[in-house]
């Protein structure tokens, strides 16, 4: 019972709170809570993407909000875009200098359609004609013709060909030059002319002054054989032995040889040394002069000082252009011997064979030998025989060698007033035998 008494106590004073409450709001000023309005406004692109940001239709309300979105993209759909063409390019130059010719020009896509444009419409290379004038023809000539019979057959002619126009000059072209005939010389070669021998020149200079030399004569051909005619026969040179007598050799002395020890180990004293003829004078040459032995005074009593040699200098030319030569280098003491130091060793010249190439060598040949015996004792076909050697075979592009062998007739008789005959002796009567040495007995004789 007690609770049902509280419970209706306590009901009766929520209503009577909730009503007071709700009595005091009534009494207050209401405030506007409404948000605002918006719509999206216009894209800032009509193609190709454009952005669009919200634009308020309706304030909020003072207690209201308004919250609007970032801006978005629109219209992103390509552009529509025509094709244009650039400007027509400069005209070329024309094909041909003259005649019909053409050039050209052309232009480029400046803009190219995109996205449904419209394409470009006309050409991109433009034709037109130019130089109609005429081109120049210049004359030619056809061939020339073959030439004609030589006017001499030798010792120098003439000949003629001819050739015509095949194309005249025209529009301004070249004319022919040149000429329609050509005369050429022909059978220039001479006629045969025969070799003749000029005289003989003198016997020229001995190629020695002693020990034997060979001195030469020439001729020349006046004239030289030419345009086959005869050659000359023969040499164009020959030789002779001259200038046989010994030549004068003079005394050459050899080098000293070394000094010999000094007499005495200190004090005065002398020392020696000797030299002997390498070459003794002959055939009239000059004697040596000078001493065969050398002497000095020593120098003792002081420091031993040895000689020095230079460096070798460098080898001269080779002292003939043909043939086996000789080159030569030479050095010089720097410092000499001094107080019994030693001597430099070795020659001050040095010389060393050299071959450039070989020498022309010419044959040489001895003297002839006796003439022989006469082959033959009597009759048409004796001959003597005399000969001589080669003493130096040519080498090198040397002349050549003379004859070695000469005859000559010999005992061409018959005796007894015998006949010769192209085979032998042709005897007289009363004789016989090869000769007709030999005397026949008469019928007579033998009869007794």
């Known amino acids: ?67 609007l979105p970032s801006a978005r993209r629109c219209n992103t759909h390509c ?29 480029k896509h400046a803009v190219t359609a995109y996205c449904g444009g419209s394409a470009c419409s006309g050409v991109s290379l433009e034709t037109k004609s130019c130089n109609l004038e005429c081109c120049p023809v210049n004359c030619a000539w056809g061939p020339w013709s073959d030439f004609g019979k030589c006017s001499a057959s030798c010792g120098g002619g003439h000949q003629s060909r001819l050739r015509n126009i095949t194309t005249e000059a025209s529009c301004s072209g070249d004319s022919c030059s040149g000429s329609s005939k050509e005369i050429r010389h022909c059978n220039a070669e001479c006629c045969p002319v025969d070799c003749v021998w000029g005289k003989w020149s003198d016997f020229g200079s001995c190629s020695a002054s002693c ?75 000059k004697a040596c002069s000078g001493g065969k032995v050398e ?19 460098k080898w001269s030319s080779c002292d003939k252009k043909c043939g086996k030569g000789t080159r030569t280098r030479r050095r010089h003491e720097t410092q000499f011997n001094e107080c019994g130091g030693n001597q430099c060793k070795g020659p001050r010249l040095e010389t060393d064979s050299c071959f450039e190439k070989c020498c022309p060598v010419d044959c040489e040949v001895s003297k002839w030998k006796p003439w022989s015996d006469c082959s033959k004792q009597c009759g048409p076909n004796g001959v003597k025989t005399r000969v001589r050697d080669i003493l130096i075979h040519p080498s090198c592009g040397g002349d050549s060698c003379p004859k070695l062998t000469k005859e000559r007739k010999c005992n061409r008789i018959c005796y007894n007033n015998g006949e010769m005959t192209n ?19 008469s019928n007579e004789l033998l009869n007794l």
């Open 1 to 67: 019972m007690k609770a049902c008494v509280l419970l209706l106590l306590l009901v009766l004073c929520c209503n009577f709170y909730t009503s007071s409450a709700w009595g005091r709001r009534r009494r207050r000023r209401r405030c506007d809570a409404s948000p605002c309005q918006w719509v999206w406004g216009s894209c800032d692109r009509a193609c190709g993407g454009g952005n669009q940001s919200p634009r308020i239709t309706k304030n909020k309300g003072s207690c209201g909000s308004c919250n």
């Open 79 to 107: 552009c529509r875009r025509n094709c244009a063409w650039s400007s027509w390019g400069s005209w070329s130059t024309c094909s041909n200098t003259c005649g019909p010719g053409s050039q050209t020009r052309s232009r």
């Open 211 to 285: 020990d034997g030399g060979t001195q030469t004569r020439s001729r020349s051909f006046k004239p030289e054989a030419t345009c086959g005619g005869s050659k000359c026969k023969g040499p164009s040179s020959e030789s002779q032995d001259c200038n046989s007598q010994c030549c004068p050799i003079d005394c050459v002395w050899d080098n000293w040889e070394k000094w010999s020890s000094c007499s005495a180990t200190c004090g005065k004293a002398s020392r020696t040394r000797k030299r002997w003829k390498k070459t003794v004078a002959d055939c009239g040459g």
């Open 295 to 313: 002497e000095e005074a020593c120098r003792l009593s002081c420091c031993p000082v040895d000689c020095k040699w230079s460096e070798w200098s």
């Open 423 to 441: 085979t032998g002796c042709s005897c007289k009567s009363g004789w016989s035998g090869q000769c007709c040495k030999n005397a026949l007995l």
